[in-house]
């Protein structure tokens, strides 16, 4: 069967890179074949060049979305702006964008907000309430109490208790991750879901098609659907180029009777837990969340898959507790976050920000990617310039040449602002973890990139008070003491490097 699904993987990406060209082909024959067609549709697209350039600039995106774009226009006079029309002014996307915005608009009542909590973290916490309010106010997101929470790092931690609370599923296991892959580790999960669908538990699963785009063939739902698991792929890969391509499910969720919840950066393949070697060893984190936070997290999930589906659920019938008290005792508050790249709010990089901002004594982070837009460097550089300790760690081994070389482009604005910047020396960091001043922590899958912040969807969990804060501050700390500062004399650069890294940092939006 692995052969099959093998061959069957191969042949469906040959087709669509193979289309994906000719697309590609034509286009180009279109305007450079000679004739007397492609004079006038050469002329046609510089026209429509200049007036998507003027559009761009005029628009209230990120810096450095417009400033990559009118570039490319420069560049590219005859192609750029055609091609910013074809992504971005098409029904398809438009279509879905409204069919998501009236899921989550009609679903947003479920999550119930308690103004007492607010008070009781205003008399804790002041500091971080203001994001706390943020998350509420706009996106409905409530601070819970009522929670336990557990810091599992690395990966290998977070697998036996990921099955031991599978094996526990009485009405339902909800799975959205944006990686699976076939192995030890995946596998050892499917035969737990295999029981529990025999025996009556709804089992569902979400994966996003570009992150399993050379892990799973096309029929894997099907083959889901046999062992009476109900599977959904999201945003599919067609072969043609659409915006909505782009923004990929990233997130990394398991709900589990909306009792308790998983969320972090560790997808369902054996890398992530380091049975399979990539890159070195392997660093990952990801979060349990027991009580009553975890319904945030199920609602998450049902309403991307309900954007998957014909018909409308009523969320209330996969709600725990609702005729008795949550039994789950206090330990701090809890508030968990979902970040849509199709509405106009930045989530992630707001609730970075304001983690930032609350910072009096220091701010610690981990993640694979550094790939920033110039207020959250200024940011940044200012907490350090004021005092505060800042330490950001990165990986030393890359999974991805060109955007680990981007990542480094930032390093000497940081460094030269007083930011500790570290490379994790046993291999990749591909954790994504912030913690400030021993109060607060936020575990999840935001990586500290433009296609985290910006593109993608995003799910993690922001904590304060929570024993958990300190786990998470003690595994950062240790991640610091096995990884190697970069000093500011290894950032004078030869003048080819310093300006190839300049070309990077001006293409990183679009990497």
């Given at each position: 069967?692995?052969?099959?699904?093998?061959?069957?993987?191969?042949?469906?990406?040959?087709v669509?890179?193979?289309?994906?060209?000719?697309?590609i082909?034509?286009?180009?024959?279109?305007v450079?074949?000679g004739?007397?067609y492609?004079?006038i549709?050469?002329?046609?697209?510089?026209?429509i060049?200049?007036?998507v350039?003027?559009?761009v600039v005029s628009?209230?995106?990120?810096g450095?979305?417009?400033?990559?774009?009118?570039?490319?226009?420069?560049?590219?006079?005859?192609?750029?702006?055609?091609?910013y029309?074809?992504?971005n002014?098409?029904?398809?996307?438009?279509?879905?964008?409204r069919?998501l915005?009236e899921?989550?608009?009609?679903?947003?009542?479920k999550?119930?907000?308690?103004?007492?909590?607010?008070?009781?973290?205003?008399?804790?916490?002041p500091?971080?309430?203001?994001?706390?309010?943020?998350?509420e106010?706009?996106?409905?997101f409530?601070?819970y109490?009522?929670?336990?929470?557990?810091?599992?790092?690395p990966?290998?931690?977070?697998?036996?208790?990921?099955l031991?609370?599978?094996?526990?599923?009485?009405?339902?296991?909800?799975?959205?991750?944006?990686?699976?892959?076939?192995?030890?580790?995946?596998n050892?999960?499917?035969?737990?879901?295999?029981?529990k669908a025999?025996?009556?538990?709804?089992?569902?699963i979400?994966?996003?098609?570009m992150?399993?785009f050379?892990?799973?063939?096309?029929?894997?739902?099907?083959?889901?659907?046999?062992?009476?698991?109900?599977?959904r792929?999201f945003?599919?890969?067609r072969p043609?180029?659409?915006?909505?391509?782009?923004?990929?499910?990233h997130?990394?969720i398991?709900?589990i009777?909306?009792?308790?919840?998983?969320?972090?950066?560790?997808n369902?393949?054996?890398?992530?837990?380091?049975?399979k070697?990539?890159?070195?060893?392997?660093?990952?984190?990801?979060l349990?969340?027991?009580?009553?936070?975890?319904?945030s997290?199920?609602?998450?999930?049902?309403q991307?898959?309900?954007?998957?589906?014909?018909?409308?659920?009523?969320?209330?019938?996969?709600?725990?507790?609702k005729?008795?008290?949550?039994?789950?005792p206090?330990?701090?508050?809890?508030?968990?976050?979902n970040?849509?790249?199709?509405?106009?709010?930045?989530?992630?990089?707001s609730?970075?920000?304001?983690?930032?901002?609350a910072?009096e004594?220091?701010?610690y982070?981990?993640?694979?990617?550094l790939?920033?837009d110039?207020?959250m460097?200024?940011a940044?550089?200012?907490?350090a310039?004021s005092?505060?300790?800042?330490?950001?760690?990165t990986?030393?081994?890359?999974?991805?040449?060109?955007?680990?070389?981007?990542t480094?482009?930032y390093?000497?604005?940081?460094?030269?602002?007083g930011?500790?910047?570290?490379e994790?020396?046993?291999?990749f960091?591909?954790?994504?973890?912030?913690v400030?001043?021993?109060?607060?922590?936020?575990?999840?899958?935001?990586?500290?990139?433009?296609?985290?912040?910006?593109?993608?969807?995003?799910?993690a969990?922001?904590?304060?008070?929570?024993?958990t804060?300190?786990?998470?501050?003690?595994?950062?700390?240790?991640?610091?003491e096995?990884?190697?500062?970069?000093l500011?004399?290894?950032?004078n650069?030869?003048?080819?490097?310093?300006?190839?890294?300049?070309?990077?940092?001006?293409?990183a939006?679009i990497?």
């Amino acid at each position: 069967m692995r052969k099959k699904w093998f061959q069957s993987l191969l042949m469906r990406r040959a087709v669509i890179i193979l289309i994906l060209l000719v697309e590609i082909a034509s286009f180009i024959f279109l305007v450079v074949a000679g004739t007397f067609y492609s004079d006038i549709a050469s002329i046609l697209f510089r026209v429509i060049s200049v007036i998507v350039a003027l559009y761009v600039v005029s628009k209230n995106d990120k810096g450095g979305y417009r400033l990559v774009w009118v570039f490319l226009i420069l560049m590219f006079p005859v192609f750029g702006g055609v091609l910013y029309v074809f992504l971005n002014f098409q029904m398809s996307t438009d279509y879905y964008i409204r069919s998501l915005d009236e899921v989550v608009t009609s679903t947003k009542h479920k999550l119930v907000c308690k103004e007492e909590v607010k008070e009781q973290m205003q008399k804790e916490f002041p500091a971080f309430l203001k994001g706390a309010e943020y998350l509420e106010r706009v996106q409905h997101f409530p601070v819970y109490q009522h929670t336990k929470t557990q810091y599992l790092s690395p990966g290998e931690a977070f697998w036996p208790v990921l099955l031991e609370k599978l094996r526990s599923a009485e009405k339902y296991i909800f799975m959205e991750y944006f990686t699976i892959g076939e192995g030890e580790f995946w596998n050892s999960i499917l035969e737990i879901l295999k029981e529990k669908a025999r025996n009556g538990v709804i089992v569902r699963i979400l994966y996003d098609d570009m992150g399993c785009f050379l892990t799973l063939p096309a029929d894997y739902p099907d083959y889901l659907k046999s062992l009476g698991i109900d599977c959904r792929v999201f945003n599919p890969f067609r072969p043609f180029f659409t915006t909505i391509q782009n923004n990929r499910d990233h997130r990394k969720i398991t709900s589990i009777d909306g009792k308790i919840a998983f969320c972090g950066g560790v997808n369902l393949s054996d890398e992530y837990v380091n049975r399979k070697e990539r890159f070195g060893y392997w660093k990952d984190s990801a979060l349990m969340v027991e009580g009553e936070a975890a319904w945030s997290l199920t609602c998450f999930f049902l309403q991307i898959w309900q954007t998957q589906e014909t018909s409308r659920e009523d969320l209330d019938i996969y709600r725990p507790w609702k005729d008795e008290p949550c039994p789950i005792p206090d330990d701090g508050f809890v508030q968990p976050y979902n970040d849509i790249p199709l509405d106009s709010e930045n989530v992630g990089e707001s609730v970075y920000m304001h983690m930032i901002t609350a910072a009096e004594k220091s701010i610690y982070i981990s993640t694979p990617y550094l790939i920033l837009d110039e207020n959250m460097i200024s940011a940044l550089c200012l907490a350090a310039k004021s005092g505060i300790d800042v330490r950001i760690v990165t990986p030393s081994k890359y999974d991805k040449w060109m955007i680990h070389m981007a990542t480094r482009s930032y390093y000497r604005d940081l460094v030269n602002a007083g930011v500790h910047v570290y490379e994790y020396a046993p291999g990749f960091m591909h954790s994504k973890t912030v913690v400030v001043d021993d109060k607060a922590a936020i575990v999840g899958s935001v990586n500290w990139d433009y296609r985290s912040l910006y593109l993608h969807f995003e799910s993690a969990v922001c904590m304060c008070g929570t024993n958990t804060v300190h786990d998470v501050q003690k595994d950062l700390l240790h991640s610091f003491e096995v990884s190697d500062e970069i000093l500011p004399a290894e950032l004078n650069y030869h003048r080819g490097w310093s300006l190839f890294r300049l070309i990077l940092r001006l293409i990183a939006p679009i990497f």
